[in-house]
């Protein structure tokens, strides 16, 4: 049998499992159900469109988009339950509202109006509280949006854990373009916006398990004028994706497997700060499997990708912005990494995360 005899039966082997129709076996749900890996894809696919199947719901985007009238909105929900509550950079309140926004924002829309739901465990301090939501005001300021309604629920003492932040958004869509993953093609450039990684090993090193001291701090920030910024830029834009849970491999499987495409990365194009790397090593984790909150991934018509990467280097928080990667035909559904080495690997989903409780 030649090398390309088994290749075929590998990715032959690979389609026949993706295929299947999702299932959740386990009897219980696990933290890797949470960890925006294969078992969350499973779950979401599994129960919860199962039950709520819908043509605004099947697309699984960071918002769905809804026509009302002769307006196109986006609407986004997101819960945090990160631990520690507040860390170097930031802290659950910029989360829950730069989260949102940005899940607007890469949707291309403008955000609006957001919720803020509390939930809080008996004897949580005050001045926390009102820490989180002095954050949540500044990071809304600077976002140019407004928490326009909201809820609050107070649970048991150790039923909690400090504190869940759950917000909702809404926004406008001022354009008339689609964007998402069936409108990548091949020959499209594939651009992250900056360094990848900090939030995820930022949150790692300040829960002080490892004992690893650094100045490596959270990218939590809202990415509205960076992704309006690429829409001008750039009419080609096919989609925009924040690389959250499961990180930026993560987007990449989603994009390759709803396009039907397949996505070549260059590891050596890929924006790491070395303290990241250095970390990510001593985990044992790849960093592009790592949460960011302040990136996105984008795919842009090819031609248009030094035109954009411009228009993003322009930004502040765009300065280290870069092409990672170009979509081609096949193997159709999957993502190649070429390493650092010269070799090629396949990049697939992690069945759960290293990193459990990052945002």
Do not use: W
């Not at 559904?333 to 990049?347: E, H, M, N």
């Amino acid at each position: 049998m030649t090398t390309s005899d088994r290749e075929r039966q590998v990715l032959d082997r690979i389609e026949r499992t993706r295929r299947r129709r999702p299932k959740v076996r386990e009897e219980r749900i696990t933290l890797a159900h949470g960890a925006g890996g294969k078992a969350t894809q499973t779950l979401v696919d599994a129960v919860f469109l199962e039950a709520f199947r819908n043509p605004m719901l099947e697309p699984l985007g960071d918002a769905a988009v809804l026509e009302v009238g002769a307006s196109r909105l986006a609407l986004t929900t997101d819960s945090f339950v990160v631990t520690p509550l507040f860390f170097p950079g930031g802290d659950i309140g910029h989360l829950a509202i730069n989260g949102t926004v940005n899940d607007l924002a890469v949707s291309g829309a403008r955000p609006l109006y957001l919720t803020a739901g509390f939930i809080i465990e008996e004897g949580f301090p005050v001045a926390d509280l009102i820490r989180i939501a002095t954050s949540m005001s500044e990071a809304a300021d600077a976002a140019d949006v407004r928490v326009v309604t909201g809820d609050t629920k107070v649970v048991q003492r150790g039923k909690g854990d400090g504190c869940y932040v759950n917000t909702a958004g809404v926004g406008v869509i001022e354009h008339d373009r689609r964007l998402g993953p069936p409108e990548v093609r091949p020959g499209d450039a594939v651009i992250v916006s900056g360094p990848i990684g900090d939030h995820g090993i930022t949150i790692m090193l300040a829960r002080g398990d490892l004992g690893i001291e650094s100045d490596l701090v959270s990218d939590t920030a809202s990415l509205h004028e960076l992704a309006a910024a690429l829409l001008d830029a750039a009419p080609g834009v096919r989609m925009m994706r924040d690389a959250t849970r499961g990180g930026v491999a993560t987007v990449l499987n989603e994009v390759a497997r709803a396009a039907e495409v397949a996505v070549v990365v260059e590891e050596e194009a890929i924006p790491v700060r070395p303290e990241v790397r250095g970390a990510a090593e001593l985990l044992g984790i790849d960093p592009l499997y790592v949460a960011c909150e302040g990136r996105f991934v984008a795919v842009v018509a090819g031609a248009e990708s030094d035109r954009a990467v411009d228009a993003l280097r322009r930004h502040p928080l765009g300065a280290q912005a870069a092409v990672i990667g170009r979509v081609g035909e096949a193997p159709a559904g999957l993502v190649l990494l070429k390493t650092a080495f010269g070799g090629t690997r396949i990049c697939d989903v992690l069945v759960g995360d290293p990193l459990p409780r990052i945002c």
